[in-house]
């Protein structure tokens, strides 16, 4: 629902109170086409005044308001996101709203103290129409827009909204009068939900259609009423009072969910790519061991020209003997011919077991990642944040440049594993490489039970407490298939002590002995538990 001029007109009101002297920090994106930038004021008795300035460019629903809430970050590296960044450390003079138009600016005198400063101030124009909402910032004292969120050219009709040229507003629109000869000379004044709600409320005669107009010119608080924002209650039982600082969230079901949902979007798409890489680099590492392996053959080719060397003389082209077709350079004698293919069947040998080796590494790196990308798909916010500590350690995402928010690997930091409890007994589960190694090879005892699905990427499970427990076995055996996206299989089990490191990549093991066990389904009370246990 596109928010009108009379609930924009008392939003702006508020948000003129709450920014004007404020100064904008680092602009967040919190998903979604929404924006937010924290600011604060040190008033003059010592206080400080901070919150969020957030604003939507969300076509279905564009909004602006302000909150006190404490917000999720979602990673954008975007020209758009980016230039936001202009705006930090700036100072608000001034909010305002185009007359009967949904454009508002929001002025700004620029830091002077940034040396590397060239403009005197900004505005941040937010055109919140719906369908096509857009976000402008102009620089001055030149007055060009520096930055948009979306390009608009159209020579046909003389339109060039872009980079470097004149912000030029809409113009002013007649705003609603407090007097109308009826209810259809209202609607091109309000969005559709207020004159329906404004129809109802006069043909239900709670009010005369000139009471009805001067109540609502008049009101000055908002209200909700089934998702939809209201600038007067109608007399409706469902319209609640709406604060302009709750509208975010009266907006934004979830926003922690929503920015969980985009991170992990984010880090799916880095893995997926790094696991076509993977898959890339297996192919042509087995077209190049087929290769070397046909090459072996040169050995043959050259004993069989050892062996006819009395027949061969400069000049011949091709060896034809006991079924060999061999080709030969005419430029060299047998024995020297000979040579060139034993060098050859040399090379392709060694070849042979090195690219076994690279093989085997390239399918443990794809399981690996294949591993990654479940983890992924199931962890919190902080298991996202250590798997991408852990994919930066091994090289597979790069920090970008300017965002340093991921922590680094290190040795004394605790990555805290997941536990389920039962009343029978613990059982200790990793949601990362971090936290597996944690869990295996600090918090686990010698002689406690490691589970993990055989021939299958999965995270380690181990039981802490209660491994004689037919029941906490079998729900371990079930969690380890259940974080592997399975509905049955084989796991198995070992005694941590036969549990060993693989040096390759964090969370790899070795297990050097170990029993198997079917799991034929798992079940549902399980899945309630599990569910349960993840999302905590």
């Known amino acids: 629902m596109a928010l009108d ?77 980016n230039s936001l960044k202009k705006l930090v450390l700036s100072t ?13 600016t929001i002025s700004f005198s620029a830091n002077s103290h940034d040396l590397i400063e060239v403009n005197s101030g900004y505005d941040l124009i937010l055109e919140l129409f719906p369908n096509h909402p857009n976000c402008f910032i102009v620089a001055y004292p030149y007055g060009k827009i520096v930055s948009l969120y979306k390009e608009r050219t159209d020579v046909e009709k003389g339109i060039f909204i872009t980079r470097n040229v004149s912000y030029e507003y809409p113009k002013k629109r007649d705003t609603l009068p407090s007097h109308l000869d009826n209810l259809e000379e209202a609607k091109p004044y309000l969005s559709n939900a207020v004159y329906r709600k404004l129809k109802d409320y006069v043909e239900s005669k709670k009010a005369s259609l000139d009471d009805a107009l001067k109540s609502l010119i008049a009101s000055t608080s908002l209200y909700l009423c089934n998702k939809e924002i209201l600038p007067f209650d109608f007399q409706l039982k469902e319209a609640k009072p709406l604060s302009v600082c709750d509208i975010y969230q009266s907006l934004v079901v979830d926003q922690k969910k929503m920015a969980k949902l985009q991170k992990e979007k984010e880090l799916i798409t880095l893995i997926d790519k790094a696991i076509k890489v993977v898959k890339k680099k297996l192919i042509n590492l087995q077209e ?97 944040m250590e798997l991408k500590t852990e994919l930066l350690t091994e090289g ?84 380890a298939l259940y974080l592997s996206h399975l509905d049955n299989g084989t796991v198995m089990i070992a005694k941590r002590k036969n549990v060993k490191k693989n040096s390759e990549k964090i969370g790899l093991v070795n297990i050097l002995k170990y029993e198997t066990a079917e799991v034929k389904y798992i079940r549902a009370e399980s899945i309630q538990l599990f569910k349960k246990s993840l999302k905590q």
């Open 396 to 479: 597979y995402i790069k920090e970008k440049q300017g965002n340093r928010h991921i922590p680094k690997m290190s040795k004394s930091h605790s990555y805290d594993p997941h536990y389920l409890t039962l009343p029978e007994g613990k059982i200790g589960f990793g949601m990362n490489g971090l936290q597996n190694e944690e869990l295996t090879f600090k918090i686990a005892k010698k002689d406690d039970l490691f589970i993990h699905v055989k021939d299958y990427p999965g995270a380690h499970v181990v039981i802490l407490v209660g491994d004689e427990n037919e029941n906490v076995k079998r729900t371990a055996y079930e969690l």
């Open 288 to 384: 190049d061991l087929h290769d070397s392996n046909d090459h072996l053959k040169y050995m043959e080719y050259g004993q069989e020209i050892y062996m006819y060397q009395g027949e061969i003389k400069k000049g011949d082209k091709v060896l034809i003997k006991d079924g060999y077709s061999i080709p030969l350079n005419p430029l060299l004698d047998a024995p020297n011919n000979a040579n060139r293919y034993f060098k050859k069947y040399t090379k392709a040998k060694s070849a042979v077991g090195i690219l076994n080796t690279l093989i085997l590494k390239a399918k443990d790196e794809e399981q690996y990642l294949e591993k990654k990308l479940l983890e992924a798909k199931d962890g919190t916010p902080r298991d996202i």
């Open 5 to 81: 001029n009379l609930t924009l007109n008392i939003i702006v009101k508020a948000l003129k109170e709450q920014l004007v002297g404020a100064t904008f920090g680092k602009p967040l994106f919190l998903g979604n086409s929404d924006y937010g930038y924290p600011f604060s004021e040190v008033k003059s008795d010592g206080t400080i005044k901070h919150g969020t300035f957030v604003f939507s460019l969300n076509p279905a629903n564009p909004f602006l308001s302000y909150s006190h809430d404490r917000y999720e970050k979602v990673d954008d590296n975007s020209p758009f996101f």
């Open 92 to 104: 608000v003079t001034d909010v305002k709203k185009l007359e009967g138009e949904r454009v508002i």
